[in-house]
């Protein structure tokens, strides 16, 4: 009883470092964004990076409760504060940064990589390549399709949402991604009921990509 009252504590003071770590790791994100990626106007405004890092903190401690101590947790830590960005410049600007999207493309690959080599999961890691293949060639199709409908930037990003979607599993790739729409429909339809039909922006579609991503993973797993 005692040794697992313990663990348990344990358990939860890792949830609770992975959200402090979240936060933390967050603005530093931005100072390098506003650094290197200086066209994008700098750093955002303080209750921006607030909130950038509240939800950075939440989404990181929320993988860390569904996925422990797993092998493939830092991958979904590095989704964590890289999406939040991604989400964050494209609300603000209607812009996926490509260097960024290459870097969630590359970096959640290559962290996929360890589980995949010295974790016997090989399955999970091709998998995890196709479903990033499938979900960008479907939005590429959708593009040419409707090119007013979806932008490049939603197209790249589909890459690596595929990447993480495909390696939680086929079902996953599919729910996700038609989760993705549905979630960009019902903001579409609430900024319409807000701001109504001639005063009406372009809903940026990452944000909801991202967060389809996210709710896949913590509970269709």
Not at 38 to 67: E, N, Q
Not at 205 to 221: E, I, K, N, R
Request: aromatic residues 8%.
């Amino acid at each position: 009883m005692f040794a697992t009252s313990n663990e348990g504590t344990a358990y939860w003071l890792v949830v609770l470092g992975a959200g402090i770590f979240g936060s933390a790791l967050s603005p530093v994100i931005e100072l390098l964004i506003a650094k290197h990626l200086p066209r994008l106007g700098g750093l955002p405004a303080l209750s921006v990076r607030i909130t950038t890092a509240a939800l950075t903190g939440l989404a990181c401690a929320a993988f860390t409760l569904r996925f422990g101590m797993s092998i493939a947790l830092p991958a979904f830590i590095f989704l964590a504060a890289l999406g939040v960005q991604l989400a964050r410049i494209d609300v603000a600007q209607h812009l996926l940064p490509n260097p960024l999207v290459l870097m969630l493309l590359a970096g959640g690959f290559l962290l996929f990589l360890i589980p995949g080599l010295f974790n016997k999961q090989a399955e999970d890691l091709l998998r995890s390549v196709l479903g990033s293949v499938i979900l960008f060639v479907g939005y590429l199709i959708l593009r040419l399709i409707s090119p007013g409908g979806i932008g490049m930037g939603d197209v790249k990003l589909a890459a690596p949402v595929g990447l993480y979607l495909g390696y939680l599993g086929w079902s996953q790739l599919l729910y996700g991604g038609l989760l993705g729409f549905i979630l960009n429909g019902l903001v579409t339809i609430l900024v319409l009921s807000r701001k109504g039909r001639n005063k009406a922006t372009e809903v940026a579609h990452g944000p909801s990509m991202l967060s389809a991503t996210a709710t896949v993973a913590l509970f269709l797993t």
